[in-house]
């Protein structure tokens, strides 16, 4: 099956300035799980959350149809990377406690994904998918984000951007859903790695290769402006929404 392969081409920025998420999202998750011998880390990018779950679960596979994101993923020693589609995962029946997508359900084939979970997950097994929303710095940068955003990238997006930002509510979850709170990643950026952040976007990188300049240069000067010292340190808040629910 094929996939919407969006991240490749900046797979070493991905790794680099994609946030991670809270403590308090995994805590919740182990909530669920009290069972820990094996989960599947869908679509996993640079591998972020795999290496979180690898230190509670025995074993961890950890999935990504981009070879150049398993490239740039981290090791560990009991994680299993593999280039696989979320639609045809390579694993085995039956075989996991917990299967966790972040940030990247909306690319899926939603229909054949949940056969899959149906068969990868054991019964009473947990699929938890989360993806976070665009972040609040201050009045003024946010000023200059939200305008780049909307303006500047409008027509870049993929279409499947609608998604995210209805936290996933129209999309289908047929699973014994619970109850899940709002989550923040907060961490701090300077000037520089904020760019950072926004280089690693899709439609930053569709917009670089359709006009062969970086979009970011149109809103540098206002932005910085409203940063201060490209070295100054800032907040910066994302909140996070998740579905989560229990396989039959």
């Given at each position: 099956?094929?996939f919407?392969?969006?991240?490749s081409t ?63 993923a ?22 996991t ?14 229909d ?80 520089f ?5 926004l ?6 990188q ?43």
């Open positions: 099956m094929n919407k392969d969006y991240f900046q797979s070493d920025i991905y790794a680099k300035y994609r946030p991670g998420y809270p403590d308090a999202l995994y805590d919740f998750l182990l909530q669920l799980t009290p069972d820990r011998l094996t989960a599947w880390d869908c679509a996993t990018g640079n591998g972020q959350v795999a290496v979180v779950l690898a230190q509670h679960f025995t074993t961890v596979f950890a999935t990504d149809a981009s070879p150049a994101q398993i490239n740039h981290a090791a560990r020693p009991n994680i299993h990377y593999s280039v696989a589609t979320a639609e045809n995962s390579g694993l085995a029946s039956l075989s406690n917990l299967i966790t997508v972040a940030q990247a359900l909306h690319w899926f084939n939603f054949a994904f949940y056969t899959e979970v149906r068969r990868v997950g054991k019964p009473g097994s947990v699929l938890a998918v989360w993806g976070y929303e665009l972040c609040e710095v201050t009045p003024a940068v946010d000023a200059v984000f939200m305008y780049y955003y909307n303006h500047i990238l409008a027509g870049f997006w993929a279409q499947e951007r609608m998604y995210v930002e209805n936290r996933y509510t129209n999309i289908p979850f047929p699973f014994n859903e619970v109850a899940t709170p709002l989550f923040y990643i907060e961490l701090q950026y300077n000037f790695e904020f760019c950072g952040y280089n690693s976007w899709s439609a930053t569709k917009y670089r290769q359709q006009h062969g300049q970086n979009p970011l240069e149109l809103v540098a000067a206002q932005l910085l402006e409203a940063w201060g010292n490209a070295e100054q340190m800032r907040f910066v808040r994302f909140p996070v929404f998740m579905r989560a629910g229990f396989i039959d």
